[in-house]
């Protein structure tokens, strides 16, 4: 059974950072893509960054430069740092396995999500 668990979600003010953790259990980790989504209340899902399993990453335009995806295979995580903050980033943020690997690419399982807050 796939799980993929998300944590390190919080409430910052403008500026702050955040890690964000998914470990994932139940599949063969190193083969697959990764990839992080924000939603907020009312709006569809969208894609954030993704890596790939040799590593090579992307970024959605409105947080290259201030967010990194990185993953740890002997821990079956990937993470997403996201440093310089703004109020607009507060969303639920998920993690999930990617079937295509592009930004906000098909899904073929996703976490059960962890609130980001940015505050003014």
């Known amino acids: 059974q796939v799980q993929l668990v998300e944590s390190g979600g919080g409430s910052v003010q403008s500026g702050g950072s955040l890690r964000l953790s998914c470990a994932a259990s139940?599949?063969?980790?190193?083969?697959?893509?990764m990839g992080w989504f924000c939603q907020t209340p009312g709006k569809e899902r969208e894609g954030v960054a993704f890596?790939?399993?040799?590593?090579?990453?992307g970024y959605a335009d409105s947080v290259k430069g201030r967010f990194t995806i990185s993953q740890d295979n002997a821990k079956n995580t990937v993470y997403l740092q996201m440093n310089s903050l703004k109020p607009e980033d507060t969303a639920m943020y998920y993690c999930?396995?990617?079937?295509?690997?592009?930004?906000?690419?098909?899904?073929?399982?996703w976490g059960q999500g962890t609130q980001v807050t940015v505050s003014s």
């Open positions: 139940g599949y063969t980790y190193s083969s697959y893509c």
């Open positions: 999930a396995v990617l079937r295509g690997c592009w930004i906000g690419g098909p899904v073929e399982y």
């Open positions: 890596i790939d399993s040799d590593g090579s990453t």
